[in-house]
Nanobody, 124 residues
Framework: QVQLVESGGGSVQAGDSLRLSCAASGRPASNYAMGWFRQAPGKEREFVAGISRYGATTKYGDSVKGRFTISRDNAKNTVYLQMNSLESEDTAVYYC?????????????????WGQGTQVSVSS
C-alpha cells in the first residue's frame, strides 16, 4: 500500500501563493492517478484538482480553474499543487489522495489512499 504525506500549508493573505507537496512512499507514485481535495469547517470534502498517472491530463474544480495548477514528478514520487491568487474561500484542510484509476477522477469515492491533510488559511 502507498502512504501519502502533504506539506507546504500555512497562513497567507488574499492574493498570495502557496505550493503544496504530496510525497508518496511504499509504492511508486506512477501506479496511481492523484488528486487534491479540500475540506473547510462544516463543509463536505470537495474536489480541487486531479492528474493522470503520467501527467498527460489534468482536471480542476470550477472554483480554482485558472488559479491552481497540479503537476507531478514520478521520479521523485511527488505531486504538487501550485495555488495562486488565493482567496479567503480557499481556506481549508487540503488532502492528497491516490486512485488506482489511470485517469484522474472527481469522485472522492474513487480514491483508495489519503494523506493526513495540511492546513491552508487565507486572510482577507
Amino acid at each position: 500500500q502507498v502512504q501519502l504525506v502533504e506539506s507546504g500549508g500555512g497562513s497567507v493573505q488574499a492574493g498570495d501563493s502557496l505550493r503544496l507537496s504530496c510525497a508518496a512512499s511504499g509504492r511508486p507514485a506512477s501506479n496511481y492517478a492523484m488528486g487534491w481535495f479540500r475540506q473547510a469547517p462544516g463543509k463536505e470534502r470537495e474536489f480541487v484538482a486531479g492528474i493522470s498517472r503520467y501527467g498527460a491530463t489534468t482536471k480542476y474544480g470550477d472554483s480554482v480553474k485558472g488559479r491552481f495548477t497540479i503537476s507531478r514528478d514520478n521520479a521523485k514520487n511527488t505531486v504538487y499543487l501550485q495555488m495562486n491568487s488565493l482567496e479567503s474561500e480557499d481556506t481549508a484542510v487540503y488532502y492528497c489522495a491516490a486512485s488506482a484509476n489511470i485517469i484522474e477522477t472527481l469522485s472522492r469515492r474513487s480514491y483508495d489512499y489519503w494523506g493526513q491533510g495540511t492546513q491552508v488559511s487565507v486572510s482577507s
